[in-house]
Structures are given as structure tokens and as C-alpha cells.
Antibody, heavy 119, light 108 residues
Framework: EVQLLESGGGLVQPGGSLRVSCAAS????????MSWVRQAPGKGLEWVSA????????YFADSVKGRFTISRDNSKKTLYLQMNSLRVEDTAVYYC????????????WGQGTLVTVSS | SYELTQPPSVSVSPGQTARITCSGD??????AYWYQQKSGQAPVLVIY???KRPSGIPERFSGSSSGTKATLTISGAQVEDEADYYC???????????FGTGTKVTVL
């Protein structure tokens, strides 16, 4: 059974940094691309970033490019999202998601971790 | 930036058919995916690659795509199908994911 468990969310001040993680199990982690998707309170889903199985290719939404970094440690079966220069509008639940077909496709989702950017 | 447009809401009576559309210029060349999100829960995949249904998803859920429009159909909608539904695809470059604006389905 595929399981994705996010952690690391919390309260951070505008301009600050935070790293969220996603521990994966139930599949061969290194064989699959992974993504981050966020959802601001009461709003729709927003694709944030994706990374290939090897980690050699990364993709970012224009809204986070240059501020966020995606990475993975295949030996630890863990996905990361490093968020710098955080803004109030980055406040959201951040979901980790697994890709099955195309790199940016999504089949399974974690339960999410809440990131709140506020002074 | 690229956008996928959905109707904000769709209402149907139990047992009737609900259709949710998703419009985007790149859809003729890019696959569409559909997700169901119930209140307070993570999204769940209900259709992938335009029209394929994952195991465990009821047969009443089906998908199609023609030209710049993808459609999710719920045939014989049930009360438990009440949720927000999102389409998802990529832009023409394939380097950016995009979610649709979301559709709230009410079954009553």
C-alpha cells in the first residue's frame, strides 16, 4: 500500500524559511517522479513543483521559482521542499504526491502538512 | 500562464447524471486527470489519461476528451459523490502542472 507522510509544517514569519518532508513507503521510491501540490485555506489546488525519480530534473510553478527547491533522498525514501523568502500567500496545506505515468502526473497523495506564514 | 476552466458548481438529483467540463488550449495534446476531494480530506484520483479509471473507483465515474475540452461524467450520482472535483493537466511545454478551477458537485 502506497503511503506518503508529510512533516515539517508550522508557523513561520514572512521572509523566513521552512523545509517540509515526505516519507514514502509501499513502492520503489526511486522509480517514480514526485510532486508537491498546495491548497490555501478555502481555495483550490495549486501545483508547486515536481522532481524526476533520479532527481536529475526539477520543475517549478512560476509563483515559487527561485524561492523553493525540491530534492529527494532515494536512500531514505524521502522527498523535500525547501521554502525560502516565504510570503503570506504561501500559507497553505502542502501535499506530497506520487507520479505514476508522465513525470507531472499524480496518482497518490499524502494527507498534507499546514504551513502558515504570518507575523 | 496556462489555465484550465471548470464550472464553479454542478447540482444533480440522486441517480441522475452529472457532467463536469474542463477547458484548456493544450488539452488536444495533453492528458487530463480528475480528482475528487471531500471536505477535510486529501484528493483522490478518479480518472487518469483522459478516460481510464483506477482500480477501486466505481464504474459510474467516466472520462472523455475531445478537442480543448475534457469531461468527467458521474452516471447515477450518489449522495457520497458530493465533493469538489478538479481536473489537472500540463501546459503545452509539459514542464508545468496546472489544476482546473474546481467544481463543487451537490447531490440532493
Amino acid at each position: 500500500e502506497v503511503q506518503l507522510l508529510e512533516s515539517g509544517g508550522g508557523l513561520v514569519q514572512p521572509g523566513g524559511s521552512l523545509r517540509v518532508s515526505c516519507a514514502a513507503s509501499g513502492f520503489t521510491f526511486s522509480n517514480y517522479a514526485m510532486s508537491w501540490v498546495r491548497q490555501a485555506p478555502g481555495k483550490g489546488l495549486e501545483w508547486v513543483s515536481a522532481i524526476s525519480g533520479s532527481g536529475g530534473s526539477t520543475y517549478f510553478a512560476d509563483s515559487v521559482k527561485g524561492r523553493f527547491t525540491i530534492s529527494r533522498d532515494n536512500s531514505k525514501k524521502t522527498l523535500y521542499l525547501q521554502m525560502n523568502s516565504l510570503r503570506v500567500e504561501d500559507t497553505a496545506v502542502y501535499y506530497c504526491a506520487k507520479s505514476e505515468w508522465e513525470i507531472l502526473s499524480i496518482d497518490y497523495w499524502g494527507q498534507g502538512t499546514l504551513v502558515t506564514v504570518s507575523s | 500562464s496556462y489555465e484550465l476552466t471548470q464550472p464553479p458548481s454542478v447540482s444533480v438529483s440522486p441517480g441522475q447524471t452529472a457532467r463536469i467540463t474542463c477547458s484548456g488550449d493544450a488539452l488536444p495534446k495533453k492528458n487530463a486527470y480528475w480528482y475528487q476531494q471531500k471536505s477535510g480530506q486529501a484528493p483522490v484520483l478518479v480518472i487518469y489519461e483522459d478516460s481510464k479509471r483506477p482500480s477501486g473507483i466505481p464504474e459510474r465515474f467516466s472520462g472523455s476528451s475531445s478537442g480543448t475540452k475534457a469531461t468527467l461524467t458521474i452516471s447515477g450520482a450518489q449522495v457520497e459523490d458530493e465533493a469538489d472535483y478538479y481536473c489537472y493537466s500540463t501546459d503545452s511545454s509539459g514542464n508545468h502542472g496546472v489544476f482546473g478551477t474546481g467544481t463543487k458537485v451537490t447531490v440532493l
